[in-house]
């Protein structure tokens, strides 16, 4: 048997992937416990205790602390549940094909031979449906890893007044799952299971020994991920329900962000520049198998398109400047980044990675321990 990399898999597990857009690698993964209702995942992080109860030692976590502290609304009191809900009216006002799709498909669906030759208004409208389900479910799944990853931060982080910040995350986090599970159990009525590519970043963010990296795979990537498509989401719906929800949850998500860039950017002063490049790779990882969740192959299966292939390969070989919605979800990815100095490090290898999948334009944006009191609930 070989020893387990930090990472808690075997060196020939890693993710390896030479091009990242190699559709077969893409399509390979598959979840295969769909049946299952509970998965189990080895951590191998140790647990720390400390003796240094001196609050306030890390003044920037102490006041995201106290900021917390009163920052805690109640999903059930808070929101209008009893609003009636019209799904189909919701996907056209959000006219939510125009997000998930590019020209490129549409020119794509046109072609004889097309598995979307059949696609006509009926179809793309379905599609938007069914689209908007899934990403509601994998907001949903991936709030449940916040969950899990926050908890395990407590045990983790070697510093008090993360610890107490962590806590209120774990807290923040039981309410976003609770939200959202119940939007879609009584709002929608219907659900996806996991996406393989989440799960597999899950995985990798609750295997890693490093404490550091729970940060890194959650507070930074999967949730600067959330909070920009939160971001989105909010802006285009007119559903009142899910509005407010959603600025609920942004209120606390750039919370958790901040709480992310402050903590790194202090531990990365202590790390040497060969074990900052193993935090860009993962970075990198991360943002690919982000990517690779947004292909949404279990929505075209669920569109009755058994060979998924060419339309992978269609929205993968779209020109940048189609994949705005796509791009927009790195938008406080990047900066973030940036302020990590994982950019630049070792001759800017993930500043050329994130240019490679055409994001590399938001690294100037506001980083988000600089904005995140501009998503106050009070500034609503
Ligand atoms: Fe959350
Ligand atoms: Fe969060």
Not at 220 to 225: F, H, Q
Not at 244 to 261: C, N, P, T
Request: negative net charge; charged residues 30%; aromatic residues 10%.
């Amino acid at each position: 048997m070989t020893n387990p990399t930090p990472t808690g898999r075997s060196q020939a597990d890693l993710i390896g992937r030479d091009d990242a857009n190699d559709i077969e690698a893409i399509l390979e993964l598959t979840n295969t416990d769909m049946e299952s209702t509970i998965r189990h995942v080895e951590n191998h992080a140790d647990t720390l205790f400390t003796w240094d109860y001196n609050k306030g030692a890390r003044p920037r976590l102490n006041k995201l602390y106290e900021k917390a502290k009163h920052s805690m609304w109640d999903g059930e009191k808070d929101l209008e549940w009893d609003t009636d809900v019209d799904l189909d009216k919701m996907v056209e006002h959000m006219q939510m094909v125009t997000y998930i799709q590019n020209q490129s498909l549409f020119a794509f669906a046109e072609q004889p031979g097309s598995p979307l030759r059949h696609f006509g208004d009926k179809e793309w409208h379905e599609l938007g449906r069914e689209s908007l389900i899934w990403q509601m479910s994998q907001f949903l799944h991936g709030e449940q890893g916040a969950l899990v990853a926050t908890a395990k931060i407590v045990e983790t982080v070697p510093w008090i007044d993360a610890k107490y910040y962590a806590s209120t995350q774990v807290m923040d986090e039981a309410r976003h799952v609770e939200v959202f599970s119940k939007y879609l159990d009584t709002k929608l009525q219907d659900a996806y299971p996991i996406n393989v590519h989440l799960q597999e970043l899950l995985d990798d963010v609750i295997r890693d020994s490093r404490w550091d990296m729970t940060y890194l795979g959650m507070q930074i990537m999967i949730e600067g991920l959330a909070l920009a498509a939160f971001s989105f989401l909010h802006q285009i719906t007119d559903e009142p329900l899910l509005k407010k929800l959603l600025r609920y949850v942004m209120s606390d998500e750039a919370r958790h962000v901040a709480f992310g860039v402050l903590s790194l950017q202090e531990y990365y002063q202590e790390l040497t520049l060969a074990e900052i490049q193993e935090r860009q790779e993962f970075a990198f990882e991360a943002a690919v198998r982000m990517r690779d969740r947004f292909l949404r192959q279990e929505v075209w299966h669920r569109m009755g398109i058994d060979d998924v292939r060419p339309i992978i390969r269609c929205l993968l070989e779209a020109p940048d400047e189609e994949k705005e919605f796509q791009r927009l979800l790195f938008s406080k990815i990047v900066p973030n980044c940036r302020k990590l100095g994982l950019l630049d490090a070792g001759e800017g290898w993930l500043r050329t990675k994130f240019t490679e999948i055409g994001v590399i334009e938001f690294e100037h944006m506001e980083s988000t321990d600089d904005e995140y009191g501009a998503f106050d609930l009070a500034s609503a």
